[in-house]
């Protein structure tokens, strides 16, 4: 990080190069963790673009150790805020798959079968236990890291996994 | 080979693990620019506001400014430290002739539309038409209502003389109307009664000793005797008995004998201010 200029409090203010750092770095990972929590791809990065607008609002307020934290912090309200006031649906993305010649018909209607059950089943998955679930699984972070990123011990991480994994067994064990 | 479909916990967890995210490649440099517009916006918005804010501020502060010292710095005192009758003009024309010893305020910029002044001893005024003129004593105030009259106000006392027109008279909660000729005297804050005597044959003139009554309300002598000789008279004469006569205050106490003589009243020195007349 570069230069950090000092205000009144006491806390170094954030820069425009350390901002366009902390975009560079962090953008991407708390649009995904908004749209682990709420299945909107459009609503997620509105979301993600208005929490940074607000990091540079509050620049002058904020720790400058803690920016990742306090971005984790303000997706995540501004998500909830938005979310009382729109009952969303959840929809995940289907499962990439191409459609090819040598697909018959019954394989792409057993194919589309599982993706709505898949959908489903991470609809079921309780909003903390599937962000922290889909960070682990999809963005590949360890859990120590989902931990450090939204401000959560080990031992929660541990057990939000836990409870998704659960989840996705009972579904599974139902579907076979 | 065509993908197979998931049937086990390790395929199902697989399955998750490779879905892709719905976010075109250029996602994060799009909302990169978009937040760098917005915070441009308001950046630029904050600094119109902090310019407008102030000159706002500054634009407040001048008037303030120039409110208080036109309030502050604006007052005009006229005050007679000379042994004669003084005539002055107001803003509005508006004659005034301050008698010795008598002071008279106003603050120039708001008289120019609420004609009010304070005054503190005797005048005479000739007040002329325009916006309603107000007379301010310590026991209460005159409104002219187009007119000339006399007054003189002390902390205990107020007398007003009205010459022509009419005049408001308000000391407390009560107001008393003055048509031409009428007078009043307030004393303590209690207004006696509104007597008759026609300002023609005035009392006296302010810069001689000598006051001439033609059947005057013996109310009215005691209230020139009083402001002449600077004392506090307690008359037990009905007050609405007329007396004519001269009386030279030049002499002193001399003048309340000859006053007394033809109502065959005792006088009774109290102390150098309070002198006591009884029938």
Known sequence: MGLFKKNGDNKEELTLREYEEAFDLYYTSIRNFLYFKTSQAEFSEDIAQDAFVKLWETRRKIDKTSIKAYLYTIANNLAINQLKRNQLKYKFLNLQTERRDDMSPEYLLEMQEFDEKLQNTLAKIPDGAREVFLMNRIEGLKYHEIADRLGLSMKAVEKRMSRALAIIREEIKYKV | ?279
């Open chain 2, 1 to 279: 080979m065509k993908p197979e479909i998931p049937n086990s916990e390790k395929e199902v967890l697989d399955a998750i693990s490779n879905l892709e995210l719905p976010f075109t490649p250029n996602s994060k440099s799009v909302a990169r620019q978009r937040i760098m517009e917005t915070i441009h916006n308001s950046e630029n918005e904050n600094e119109a506001i902090g310019v407008r804010l102030f000159y706002q501020a500054a634009g407040i502060a001048l008037a303030i400014g120039l409110v208080s010292f036109l309030l502050l710095y604006q007052n005009k005192t006229i005050e007679n430290i000379g042994e004669t009758a003084m005539t002055c003009e107001l803003p509005c024309k508006t004659q005034v002739s301050l008698y010795p010893g008598s002071k008279l305020s106003f603050n120039s910029f708001t008289y120019s539309f609420k004609r009010k002044i304070n005054i503190s001893g005797e005048a005479f005024f000739d007040v002329t038409r325009g916006a309603p003129f107000t007379a301010f004593a310590p026991q209460g105030k005159v409104r002219v209502l187009g007119t000339t009259f006399e007054m003189w106000g002390g902390n205990t006392h107020l007398f007003v003389h009205c010459q022509s027109g009419e005049v408001q008279v308000e000391s407390g909660n009560k107001k008393t109307n003055l048509l031409a000729s009428e007078f009043i005297q307030i004393k303590n804050g209690t207004p006696g009664v509104k007597r008759v005597y026609p300002y023609e044959n005035r009392a006296n003139k302010r810069d001689s000793n000598i006051l001439r009554f033609n059947s005057a309300p013996v109310e009215l002598v005691i209230a020139h005797l009083e402001r002449a000789l600077d004392v506090e008279i307690e008359c037990g004469l009905d007050p609405a008995t007329v007396y004519t006569g001269v009386l030279n205050t030049g002499r002193g106490e001399e003048c309340l004998t000859i006053f007394c003589k033809p109502f065959g009243a005792q006088i009774q020195i109290l102390d150098k201010d309070h002198i006591t007349i009884s029938p």
